[in-house]
């Protein structure tokens, strides 16, 4: 169960956290949130979907790491295997907190629950230095977390436009192993190319003007990966 706390520099001074890679650290996922103003560098290393939430029927986007859940590819042992992270991922156990009324608008939280807290020992990187400081890696979270608020905020207008246009296509991929066997990923959405390609010019300045039309592109592109998912897939099998 998560213990969600505001950070607080007396009360969490000695704690430390990891920053290995494990699946007891949480690692074992197959997929995280990342935002349109992430999807330059995702593409580059994980295919991109969307998914629907069925209550509010609202959309959001995925950077793959396996075809199972619980399967991350991407997980070697104590290592993740690939030079960037979406910062979903990279700020964990922090997250970005709402202030009551009156106090600052944002206040980094810490899952006090989360197995890469360390509450002992010299493992891990403080947060804290003995005066009560920001430690350099402290700071860092920090920005993470100020920029993927900023990037959740603006994906709102991004998600709009892409219903507005119908540009998402419901999406199922047969994932066939070296032994045979094959695998389905079903539930996904993925952008609908051809209605991308018969947009008019004044749909594609609108996009272009809002700053979609990149992220557009970049979901595009990061379909490649799934080949290069497949092929981890089989490495591992």
């Known amino acids: 169960m998560n213990q969600h706390h505001v950070l607080d520099s007396l009360a969490h001074r000695d704690l430390r956290v990891r920053t290995d890679a494990g ?6 996922v197959m997929a995280c949130l990342v935002m349109p103003a992430e999807f330059r560098q995702a593409q580059a290393h994980y ?41 979903a991922q990279a700020v ?56 993927l608020d900023a990037g959740y905020r603006a994906s709102t207008a991004f998600f709009a436009a892409l219903e507005r246009h119908r540009l998402l296509e419901p999406f199922s991929l047969d994932v066939p192993l070296a032994d045979g066997t094959q695998h389905q990923l079903v539930g996904f959405h993925i952008i609908d190319e051809d209605r991308l390609r018969a ?22 592109a990061s379909v490649g990966r799934f080949g290069d998912l497949i092929a981890r897939k089989n490495r591992r099998a």
């Not at 995925?62 to 590819?73: H, R, T």
Request: no cysteine; net charge negative.
């Open 199 to 220: 947009l008019d010019a004044a749909a594609l300045g609108e996009l272009h003007a809002d700053g979609h039309l990149l992220p557009l592109f970049m979901a595009v």
């Open 92 to 147: 964990q156990p922090f997250l970005i907190g709402r202030a009551e009324p009156g106090g600052p608008a944002t206040q980094v939280h810490v899952d006090l629950a989360s197995p890469r807290l360390v509450t002992d020992g010299a493992d891990g990187v403080r947060l804290f230095d003995a005066a009560g400081h920001a430690s350099p890696y402290l700071e860092d979270i920090a920005q993470k977390l100020g920029d």
């Open 23 to 28: 699946a007891e650290l949480g690692d074992a």
């Open 47 to 87: 295919p991109i979907v969307f998914r629907r939430d069925l209550e509010s029927g609202t959309f959001s986007a995925l950077a793959l790491f396996g075809f199972d859940n619980g399967e991350n590819l991407f997980l070697d042992a104590d290592r993740w295997d690939a030079a960037w992270k979406p910062l």
